[in-house]
């Protein structure tokens, strides 16, 4: 999401974005969607979204009149590989350990003594 310069008028202004330093794109910003902190919602396309590589969004706000603010930038760090996976090395699944007793099943006096 992207937070807009104070004094910037949702009916008339428009936003410019930059994703991974590719085409520009205007939004009209009173096109745009925001969430509930009243910032703009921006979706990046799934072709930049590449594992181990970042996100970077640029932003400028620009006026009717043509005025620009300065450049606003974020970056997001990009991981699509399920812990496990070994996508670094050391990476390992996550264990689960069920203590049920010796037979595999929970009877009431277990539960009462504390067996999960």
Do not use: R, Y
């Amino acid at each position: 999401s992207i937070e807009l310069p104070e004094g910037t008028d949702l009916t008339a202004d428009s936003l410019v974005i930059s994703i991974n330093g590719g085409e520009p794109q205007t939004i009209k910003l009173s096109d745009a969607t925001f969430d509930e902190s009243g910032k703009v919602v921006v979706s990046i396309p799934a072709s930049a979204i590449v594992d181990g590589t970042p996100v970077k969004v640029d932003a400028i706000a620009v006026d009717v009149a043509g005025n620009e603010s300065a450049t606003g930038s974020d970056t997001a760090d990009v991981d699509l590989v399920a812990p496990g996976d070994g996508d670094n090395g050391s990476d390992v699944a996550p264990t689960v350990a069920i203590n049920s007793g010796d037979d595999d099943t929970i009877n009431a006096d277990e539960k009462d003594a504390g067996v999960t």
